[in-house]
């Protein structure tokens, strides 16, 4: 029987100071022209944005004191990515301080450090298909006298052009499809036989295929214990789901708040076109579905602060949710803009192409809802 | 994580206490509308188990967790609340007692009642021995509710009230209730409302019961033909009874919203029809979707929970969870009904699944209609022009 005080899905005070500062510095960093700019000049990586971040201590959200961290949490990380996902700030946050912070928490701890200063980024390579899928994991690391050769290749490795280092899944053992065998491996991305082709993702945002080429490695860059690397993985994965929920989420209400503003602001019939029953009631129907959907999220942030190994019903729940949202919410945000929504001078298409891109990645709507379902029976 | 070893204590003794004296026969998930304690003097009640339940819950004020023990209530603080309705859930213990005085007048008198209205109405409430009914609307004014026209007159030391309600819930069945009457028919129509409590039983008031779709006749029309209130009755100001009505119906819709038993406590929609041994990927699908939907919505009312706790009112926030809360809810019985096939279809037999569906049909309609709500949450809280 539990004796927790059942934790309160509203924001603490110190929650509401980090969203306040996350939100006045986002305004003033004005992240959608950086993007727009960067998009224009075939540049994915904003180093300098990020470095702005880290000062802040961001990149040290979920790492402990000793190693220069803040360890605020997960709910804390999650208001940090939802702020970034309301002006669709890039940086390598999700990558790094939350998936790769995790993973390494209690193991590497110079790498630890230097991730929570935003010195070192990481990136994750797991999925090797179009679908996140851990247990297809093919990529194989075969023995080689005390040494490991892997051969393979992973797709479309969220900021894995641009990253110092790459967590990679590999198989030792077992066989694909199969969850025994897997082992991570932690190597910098210019090992020799790493080689890295940028992928022109919809988004504008650094995603890469990263080919391993009779890469060699040694015990010493396993990450965990070899043949058990889902366990030293899953909870990176988690967090990391947690937190693209929760940068859908902000997405979210980034491209509402656009939306809502046309409403008060476009005219036809001489009126503002927000005055008609039929854009009210699909604008209101779109802000239920945020309301509900922030539930999810900040009760993911609760469950992984409250206890990471059982929180994976409250992260799928919130990823699934939030892909749903945002599916609608930059659907309606279009609409409700009318042609000057669907060009390519307005904001809006960054959120549509971004909401696509963030909802893949980490699993989509129907992975997490049968993972709802599943740890639900 | 916080462990609060006052909490800790607070939860083991509820644990023990309900495991003692929640009867066996008011356990268990899946009971239908039937099967609802709602008080009143003529209640009668289905089972000793269903008495002995009431009592005991009463006793300790756990009907109204929440209100001021002064009044009958329980006293407990929001993260007590919780615990004791964890608790319930986990041994599948039944709400003791519904709800409309529970749950609708109760709040609306804690605000605006006199001490002396306080003292005189919450107590027989907790104890189930007064059942009150909501008389709103009238065959003039549904959704435009600012409309009513039953009237009533100041005859010194009592009002004279004439008039026609409709839709009033369980008017056949009620000690009394609670209603709009307009006492200034010159005033704005907002502005000439009040809000009084009539005994059930004076002279003038009667009903007729309206049949449902559902099978059942819940509801009725009302009549007031010259029925005497004393004035002691009128709750809060002349004239002054929009506001209350409007406080009432914050509390109604979030009621409504959250009310489907089934959507907070209940099993897994997926698993119950796992157990059905249904092979269709439509129905799975959609199953999937409702389960998402579900859970998300339960940690939504829970988060507005702890937002008033915070001293955060829910005021027009409301209108949401009323909207997602029962437009779910009939998501959710559709989807029941399909799982259930012919086995569905009869009004009798294992489970009397159709009745109950039927009557969700009235989720998205009764304390205001979905339009009503995303027009309030359109206008109020989007501040979309008018
Ligand atoms: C089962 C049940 C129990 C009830 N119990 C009670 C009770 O105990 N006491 C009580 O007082 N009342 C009760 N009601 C009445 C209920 O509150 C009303 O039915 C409701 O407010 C709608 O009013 P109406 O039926 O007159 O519909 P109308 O207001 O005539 O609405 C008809 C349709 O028009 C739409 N509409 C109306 N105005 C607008 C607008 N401005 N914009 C867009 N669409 C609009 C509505 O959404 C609806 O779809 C109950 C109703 C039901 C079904």
């Known amino acids: ?377 | 994580m916080v462990v609060d070893n006052a909490l800790a204590h607070f939860r083991a003794s509820t644990a023990a206490w309900l495991e003692e004296n929640c009867p066996e026969p008011m356990r268990g998930a899946g009971w239908s509308e039937d099967e609802i304690c709602w008080g009143g003097k003529r209640w009668q009640f289905t089972s000793d188990a269903q008495r002995v339940w009431l009592e005991r819950m009463a006793a300790k004020g756990w009907t109204a967790p929440r209100w001021p023990t002064e009044y009958g209530g329980g006293g407990l603080s929001r993260a007590q609340d919780k615990v004791l309705a964890e608790e319930m859930a986990r041994i599948g213990a039944r709400t003791p007692l519904e709800r409309i005085g529970l749950r609708m007048l109760g709040p609306a008198l804690l605000e605006f009642g006199s001490e002396a209205q306080k003292q005189r109405y919450l107590p027989p409430i907790v104890r189930g021995e007064m059942r009150w009914c909501q008389g709103y609307s009238e065959p003039g004014a549904g959704s435009d509710l600012a409309g009513v026209q039953t009237r009533a007159e100041d005859a010194g030391d009592h009002f004279v009230v004439n008039g026609q309600k409709v839709w009033t819930s369980y008017a056949d069945k009620a000690d009394a209730i609670f209603a709009l009457v307009r006492t200034d028919r010159d005033a704005p129509k907002h502005k000439g409302i009040s809000f009084v409590l009539i005994d059930m039983e004076s002279e003038g008031v009667s009903t007729r019961p309206i049949r449902l779709i559902s099978g059942k006749s819940p509801f009725c029309e009302t009549f007031f033909d010259d029925v005497r209130v004393p004035k002691e009755n009128l709750v809060g100001e002349l004239n002054g009874g929009w506001a209350i009505a409007k406080y009432l119906l914050t509390h109604e819709r979030e009621m409504i919203g959250g009310g489907a038993r089934g959507l907070l406590g209940g099993r897994a929609i997926s698993s119950i029809l796992g157990d059905s041994g249904i092979d269709d990927p439509v129905i799975a699908a959609d199953a999937l979707r409702t389960e998402v939907d579900t859970l998300a919505f339960g940690l939504t009312m829970e988060r507005y929970k702890d937002a008033a706790e915070a001293g955060q009112g829910v005021g027009d926030a409301s209108a949401m969870l009323k909207y997602a809360g029962t437009e779910l809810n009939k998501q959710r019985y559709d989807l029941m009904m399909a799982a259930g096939g012919s086995s569905a279809l009869t009004w009798d037999g294992e489970g009397a699944l159709a009745p109950e569906w039927l009557r969700t049909k009235a989720n998205s309609i009764e304390g205001g209609t979905s339009e009503v709500m995303l027009g309030i949450i359109a206008r109020r809280i989007l501040e979309l022009p008018a």
């Not at chain 1, 996350?22 to 998009?39: I, K, N, Q, S, T």
């Not at chain 1, 990515?81 to 999700?94: I, K, V």
């Not at chain 1, 945002?205 to 009779?214: L, P």
């Open chain 1, 1 to 377: 029987m539990s004796a927790a005080a059942p934790a309160s899905l509203v924001e603490t005070d110190d929650e509401a100071l980090l969203r306040d500062a996350a939100r006045g510095f986002l305004a003033g960093a004005d992240p959608l022209a950086r993007l727009r700019a960067m998009r224009d000049e075939g540049r994915a990586t904003d180093p300098e944005l990020w470095r702005e971040m880290a000062a802040m201590g961001w990149a040290g959200v979920l790492v402990d004191e000793a190693n220069g961290g803040s360890a605020m949490g997960h709910r804390a990380a999650g208001i940090l990515a939802e702020e970034m996902g309301r002006t669709l700030a890039l940086s390598p946050f999700t990558s790094s301080a939350v998936m790769a912070a995790t993973a390494l928490a209690g193991r590497a701890t110079d790498r630890l450090s230097a991730v929570a200063a935003g010195d070192l980024s990481y990136a994750i390579a797991v999925d090797e298909g179009p679908k996140h899928n851990l247990a297809t994991t093919a990529l194989a690391a075969s023995r080689v006298g005390n040494r490991y050769r892997l051969d393979g290749c992973k797709r479309f490795v969220a900021d894995g052009g641009a990253a110092d280092r790459i967590l990679v899944l590999a198989r030792t053992g077992g066989s694909p499809g199969g969850a025994d065998g897997l082992t991570v491996f932690d190597l910098e991305a210019d090992r020799a036989g790493i080689e890295r082709t940028r992928r022109d993702s919809i988004d504008a945002r650094d995603a890469a295929d990263i080919t391993f080429n009779g890469v060699e490695a040694t015990g010493d860059d396993v990450l965990g214990d070899e043949g058990n690397g889902l366990a030293a993985i899953a909870p990176a994965i988690r967090a990391g789901q947690a937190a693209v929920a929760a940068e859908l989420a902000g997405l979210s209400a980034g491209a509402f708040a656009m939306t809502v503003d046309y409403l008060k602001d476009r005219k036809q019939f001489g009126v503002p076109i927000g005055s008609f029953q039929a854009l009210q009631h699909r604008a209101a129907h779109l802000w239920t579905h945020m309301e509900v959907t922030a539930s999810a999220i900040a009760h993911a942030g609760r469950a992984l602060d409250d206890d990471a190994d059982t929180a994976q019903l409250a992260v799928s729940l919130a990823k699934a949710r939030a892909a749903d949202t945002a599916r609608l919410a930059v659907a309606e945000g279009v609409q409700m803009h009318g042609g000057i929504g669907m060009t390519d001078a307005h904001n809006m298409g960054f959120f549509v192409k971004r909401a696509r891109v963030a909802t893949e990645w980490l699993g989509d709507y129907g992975h997490h809802a049968a993972h709802v379902a599943r740890l639900r029976r």
